[in-house]
T-cell receptor, first 119, second 115 residues
Framework: DVKVTQSSRYLVKRTGEKVFLECVQD?????MFWYRQDPGLGLRLIYF???????EKGDIPEGYSVSREKKERFSLILESASTNQTSMYLC??????????????????FGEGSRLTVL | SQKIEQNSEALNIQEGKTATLTCNYT??????LQWYRQDPGRGPVFLLL?????KEKRKERLKVTFDTTLKQSLFHITASQPADSATYLC??????????????FGSGTRLSIRP
């Protein structure tokens, strides 16, 4: 079974702290994603990566950075946590893009989520 | 601006009826569209993919349609059951012409099936 593991289910941090959220997948997926999920706003894409050391901004990258030094690991960093970053953070991975003639569905596999509270 | 909208935040229907959820998008040209199910406190789980050249896709009691002219996908659950109660999310690749897959989600529809 595909497994996407997020390092912490629950974290409580103080304003201004540096926060690391780690995600590891065991399926040799090329793509990895970080989303945050807030009530009424759905899943919003923060950053994504399609290869080692490659990263692209999603729709809400401000206040976040990412690191992908190894294919299986994608880290989300909050350089200086703020209260408006209190949220559920979800990591996902997938094989590379769906193309014609390929059976790949581009299915995203999600971790269980990390609920971050910033006080 | 680019948007993906799921028109109903919540949908409440009687067991046995067909649930129909809507996903509309603006200023995207997706090659495919996906649907996911999310239960409370869990990550979303993939259900179906439909490609732009497919009008309809079925999987057991699920049916998805994709109209690229209307820029809309409909997701149907026939013979609905209380166990189908969950939030359903549509998603598309917002970066069709680049090397990376930028998967964007709608805000979801919370479906409740009452016995």
């Amino acid at each position: 079974d595909v497994k996407v593991t997020q390092s912490s289910r629950y974290l409580v941090k103080r304003t201004g702290e540096k926060v690391f959220l780690e995600c590891v997948q065991d399926m040799d997926h090329e793509n990895m994603f970080w989303y945050r999920q807030d009530p009424g706003l759905g899943l919003r894409l923060i950053y994504f990566s399609y290869d080692v050391k490659m990263k692209e901004k999603g729709d809400i990258p401000e206040g976040y950075s990412v690191s992908r030094e190894k294919k299986e690991r994608f880290s989300l960093i909050l350089e200086s946590a703020s209260t408006n970053q209190t949220s559920m953070y979800l990591c996902a991975s997938s094989f590379s893009r769906v193309g014609s003639g390929r059976t790949n569905t581009g299915e995203l596999f999600f971790g269980e989520g990390s609920r971050l509270t910033v006080l | 601006s680019q948007k993906i909208e799921q028109n109903s935040e919540a949908l409440n229907i009687q067991e046995g009826k067909t649930a129909t959820l809507t996903c509309n998008y603006t200023n995207y040209s997706p090659a495919y569209l996906q649907w996911y199910r999310q239960d409370p406190g869990r990550g979303p789980v993939f259900l179906l993919l439909i490609r732009e050249n497919e009008k309809e896709k079925r999987k057991e009691r699920l049916k998805v349609t994709f109209d690229t002219t209307l820029k809309q996908s409909l997701f149907h659950i026939t013979a609905s059951q209380p166990a189908d109660s969950a939030t359903y999310l549509c998603a598309l690749d917002g970066s069709r012409y680049s090397s990376a897959s930028k998967i964007i989600f709608g805000s979801g529809t919370r479906l409740s099936i009452r016995p």
